[in-house]
């Protein structure tokens, strides 16, 4: 399957919609939270060949604003499992050059948490390799009333004129700042939806919705997301 793909057109930027955890354990009998705790596996797995490919930014959606509404037990695993996944995975990340960032809103998290967090963006602030955004606490709506929000000060301020704003301008108030917007999109689980995800990057971005649940999504299914990309025609609204 890699010897398929063309090493030279590789998105610059893959964002993952990493769903179906819940469904994964049901089909098992098992727990919704035991699905989380193999959706790690793929994690890890994704991240490791995204680096090994060379690919610029990775940005997975770990936690939507909405989700705070499952139960309080499901939320508390999710927040552990990341911690946990941070503090073992931390070393090797570090190691392979990775540049932890977090789109989301960090506040109301436990103060655990944003310690184990705010320890691996400042641990590998100045890596160059793969840039890894974790959406966390993210929606895109928050996001978009949040860069509003803050043009609104800078304007109080003085800082900026409303006659600057502009495309380029209002993005690097967004949390992906001057990230490349995503040129790929894949959300596993059959489900074909943004859920509040990424709605102003993914103006151009190509979707790929493999049916696979998250859990069982592993680097072979990343390579076949990466061909059918590879295959569409972006035409940005152009002519050829
Ligand atoms: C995705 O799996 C993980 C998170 C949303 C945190 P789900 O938990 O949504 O799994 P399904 O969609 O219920 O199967
Ligand atoms: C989106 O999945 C959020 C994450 C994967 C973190 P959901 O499972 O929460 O989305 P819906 O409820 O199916 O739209
Ligand atoms: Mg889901």
Not at 55 to 82: C, D, G, H, Q
Not at 179 to 207: H, K, M, V
Request: with cysteine.
């Amino acid at each position: 399957m890699l010897d398929k793909i063309n090493k030279d057109k590789l998105p610059r930027h893959i964002a993952i919609i990493m769903d179906g955890n819940g469904r994964w354990a049901t089909k098992r009998m098992l727990p919704r939270i035991m699905g989380h705790k193999a959706g790690i596996d793929s994690l890890r797995e994704i991240v490791r060949a995204c680096s090994d490919l060379g690919i610029e930014i990775i940005t997975v959606y770990a936690f939507s604003t909405e989700n705070w509404n499952r139960p309080s037990e499901e939320v508390s695993f999710l927040m552990k499992l990341l911690v946990e996944y941070m503090r073992r995975e931390i070393g090797e990340l570090h190691k392979n050059n990775v540049r932890i960032k977090i789109l989301g809103e960090l506040e109301p998290l436990t103060t655990v948490t944003k310690n184990e967090i705010n320890d691996a963006i400042e641990m590998t602030r100045a890596n160059t390799g793969l840039q890894f955004n974790i959406a966390l606490n993210y929606g895109s709506r928050a996001e978009l009333v949040r860069a509003c929000k803050l043009i609104a000060g800078d304007i109080l301020n003085e800082k900026i004129s409303p006659d600057e704003i502009d495309e380029e301008l209002f993005s690097n108030y967004l949390y992906t700042t001057k990230d490349a917007d995503p040129d790929l999109i894949i959300r596993t689980s059959g489900e074909q939806r943004l859920s509040n995800f990424l709605l102003w990057q993914c103006a151009y971005s190509e979707f790929v919705f493999p049916d696979k649940l998250w859990p069982d999504f592993g680097k072979d299914d990343l390579i076949s997301a990466i061909y059918e990309y590879q295959n569409r025609d972006r035409r940005f609204g152009t002519v050829k």
